[in-house]
Every structure is written in C-alpha cells, then in structure tokens.
C-alpha cells in the first residue's frame, strides 16, 4: 500500500471511529443529560425520592460494567473480537433506549430496569470503542484524534437536541418526550454503520489452549495483566486519579438536568437549551485540549481542565439564577470534554499496543467502580439532605434545592481528591509534544 492509500484508510478509519462518538453522544445527551433523567426524576418518580432512585439507577449499571469489562476485554484482546463486542453491547443499547418508550407515570421499576439494561450497553460498548483507538491512530496523532472524536460526538449530541427541541416545545404531553427515546435509539445505530464497515481490526486471534475456553483465557490473562502492572506505576497512580476525579465529571453529568430543574424550575425545553450550550462548549473544548496536549503534554492539559471544571462546580453551589446556570454550563462544557478526551488517549499511551482492550479494560472497572461510588452517593446525599431540612420545618422545595446544593459539594471534593493525585503522574507523552 502506498503512503497516499494508506493516509486514505486511516482517515476513512478515524472518520468512522468518530461517527460512533456522534452516536452515542446522542444518548448522554438524551438518555443521561437533557430528557430522560429529567423526566425518570419528575415524572416517573417524582420528588428527592426521584434523585435517590436515579442515582441507585446509575449505579447499578456502573458496577456490572465494572466487575464484567475487564474480563471482556481480555477475552477481546485473546479473540480479536474488539468490533464483535461493540456491535454486541451497541445492540443492547438500542433495545432498550427504545424500549423506554414504555415508561410512563409510576412505571419505576421498568423505568430503572429498561434505563440499567441501557446503560450497561452503553458503558461497555466504550470499552472496545476506546480500544480500537490504538489500531486506528498512530501514538502522535492519539490525542488529537480522540479529542476530534469529543468535538464530532458533541455536534452528535447537539444534532439530536436540536431535532427534538421544536417538537418537545410545540407537542404538549409525554408521548413526544417517550418517542425522544424511540428517535435516539435509530439515530446511535444509523451513526454506528460507518464503524462497522470501515474499522479493520488489525490484531489476529490467538490460538485458544486446550482444555480452556474464552471466559478462563480471560481469566487467566487478566490476573497476569494485574501481575504485570507492577512495571507500570505511573498507568496505576493515573487509575487511581481517574477513579476519583471521575466520580466528579459523572456526578455532574448524570444529575445537570436535574439540578436546573430543581434548583431554577426549568422546564424540559430550557433544559435541552442549557444541553444544547454545554455540547456547543464542548466541541470547542474538545478541540482545545488536543491542540494544547500537543503543544504543552497532555497531562498539564488534563490539570487545566480539572481546574476549569472545579470552579464551574463551585460556582454552581452559589449560582441563583437561570443566566448563572447557563454561564456555568458553558465553561463546565469547555472543561469537561478536555478531562474525559485525554485521559481516554492517556491509556492508549499507558497500554501496550497489543493489550490495549485489556488495558481499556482495566480503565473502564476503575471509571465504573468510581461511577458506581459517585452517583449513588450524590443521589443519596442530596435526599437524604432534603428529607433532612424538611423535618426541621423548611418547605418541602426549598429543601430539595438546599438538598442538591450540599450534593453539588460532593462533586468539587472527587475532583480537587483527583486532582491531587494526578500531580504525582508522570507524563507519558513528553516525548511527542510539539516544540
């Protein structure tokens, strides 16, 4: 192959490695940011009791990631079935996003196990979408390919925000917020088409030994992963940063939409409006932080964004208005696309190249494990807060907002603890910065 057919495929590669990112962008931006977690915490649920079950929700889904993506990734690392598995959880899904059509008021159980089953689909997928990273990039060009990826996967999201905005504020009742779920769902697999065609895996199956099957070979090769990872104790002192400060860009995610609701009364619409403002900061984020990787390492990169990102979250404790909310969203957005875009393109550089799905792996139990951590607790602070103030005589909205503010301090604690540690991490990519 000559160097002009080979620059060719790695573009049409990188072009449909980022169209999955547009994909499912547009469920965090449905499913986890705008609609439906707004709409599982006021509609389905109703009150605090919303906030802790939505948190329980989440959860639930980030601990059996964690404990199965590990020992997937081995098993597609040993089989060479990288695309195989993402087809596989992408599939799931785009099940049961549809299927969320079928909540409605009071369905809380299906509500939580349509959502979970999603959900579960969804963070495993990233595993083997991450770990095709290496395959498709070469090790200079990781950062800006996956901070690309962030920009291409926020105009994903902003797409599928703005299709459903007119009809949500023209259409009164929830049959359009329940075909909402319907649309992204055909929206995350159309963009996936791409992916599957385009993407070669490049890794070749390895023979299995006898008397073994795939579930033990991952097993077996996990535990010799763990055993290994004593010579690499920057990639160990990066996971045990990433698990917390993860918490924090997690925790503000997968509760913004509830915030504004509670806190400012925002109605659906405004809020697919201040989602749409964090997606746009995010493209623009996105990029920034690959451009500055190049120019001053990825690791500073990653401690302005964290930074970025505390102050917005501190901001928001004392934020009294809608305008605030929205100023606050955008410089959140700046930040948080530039800490979760270089610490995805940090593992590609930790791993070696032939166990990138193991190490991606390995990444995703401690984001989940985190994920799990983070949520649960925000869910739980912030009711357990509300039902606190409201025994003691203050009005029951009041409350709930007094509730969420305590919450949002829980999150600027995971990122400065994350933070922290990060500072002791050496860099891995010095070597490629740009002089």
Known sequence: MNPFQKLKTMNREHLAWY?????NSAYAAVILLAVYSAYFKGAVVGGAEGSRLWGISVGVAMLVVAVSSPILGAIADFSASKKRMLLLFSGMTWIFTG??????????????VFFILAEIGYRSGQVFYNSLLPEIAEPEEMGRVSGNAWAVGSFGGILALLILLPLIISIEGDLIIRLS????????ALSTIPTILWIKEKAEPKPLPEDKNFLTVGFIQLIDTIKSLGGFKDFIRFMVAFLIYNDGILMALDFAAIIGAVLFGMKQQEIIIFMIVVQVASVLG????????????YKRSLIISLILMTAAVLAMIFAQNQVHFYLIGAVAGLALTGVQS?????????????????????????????????????GFLAAQMAWWY?????????AEQYGQRVAIGS?????????????KVNDPT???IKS
């Open 181 to 188: 779920m319907v649309f992204t769902s055909l929206y995350f």
């Open 286 to 297: 996105a990029w920034a932080a690959g451009v500055a990787g190049d120019k001053i390492g």
């Open 390 to 398: 409201e025994g003691r005589g203050v009005e029951t909205l009041l």
């Open 430 to 432: 010095k070597k490629y």
């Open 342 to 378: 270089i610490s995805r393109a940090l593992i590609g550089y930790f791993a070696p190249k032939d166990r990138s799905a193991e190490f991606y792996g390995l990444f995703a139990v401690t984001g989940r494990t985190s994920s799990f951590i983070g949520p649960t607790i925000y």
């Open 99 to 112: 299927l969320l059509f079928f909540v409605r008021e009071g369905t809380i159980i299906m509500g939580m």
């Open 19 to 23: 169209m999955y990112d547009f994909g």
């Open 411 to 423: 999150i600027a604690i995971f990122l400065i603890a994350g933070l922290l540690v990060l500072l």
